[in-house]
């Protein structure tokens, strides 16, 4: 998406990782982009997985506007 009056979202970076959530290993595509929105700039990363349903395992959201990044993490889900 190209910039545009101050919005828009830069191209995002692909690299691979394995992570570990409750002693289970993940392999994820990870993907890194920044982006700004209303002027602010911000980062983003999400790991996805096939193997997980809806595919993202973790997402980080971090802007100089925030106290904290903001992270979620897959809890675990059920295979049926």
């Known amino acids: 998406i190209e910039k545009k009056d101050g919005q828009g979202q830069g191209a995002a970076t692909v690299t691979d990782e394995e992570i570990t959530i409750d002693g289970k290993k993940y392999a994820c595509k990870v993907f890194t982009w920044e982006q700004v ?11 996805i997985c096939p193997e997980v349903p809806g ?6 959201v971090s802007s100089p506007k925030l106290a904290k990044p903001i992270e979620m993490t897959l809890l675990g889900f059920e295979k049926k």
Not at 55 to 60: A, C, D, N, Q, R
């Open 37 to 47: 929105q209303n002027g602010d700039a911000m980062k983003s990363k999400g790991w």
């Open 55 to 60: 595919g993202m395992v973790k997402s980080e």
